[in-house]
């Protein structure tokens, strides 16, 4: 049994990314602002094993999924523009 804690640390660490905060932040930040109508797994910056592992997760709503759907706000959210 898995009893690894699910952040966002270990999400990037699962998808084969640098996994520190650093390393994150840049990601959402070069990343990020995904239009609406694009799904966290259709994001055209992952391979597919990251994709099917994304896209599982919050199918079979998986441990992972709580973790997922977080990145998946950060990856959506636009900037605010004053």
Request: contains cysteine; negative net charge.
């Amino acid at each position: 049994m898995d009893i690894t804690p699910h952040s966002m640390e270990t999400l990037f660490a699962q998808l084969g990314l640098p996994n520190d905060a650093q390393s994150i932040e840049r990601f959402i930040a070069t990343c990020g602002h995904l239009d609406n109508g694009v799904p966290l797994h259709e994001a055209r910056f992952w391979n597919p094993a990251q994709a099917a592992f994304l896209r599982d997760a919050v199918v079979q709503d998986a441990d992972w999924a709580e973790t997922v759907d977080a990145l998946n706000t950060r990856l959506h959210t636009r900037p605010c523009i004053d």
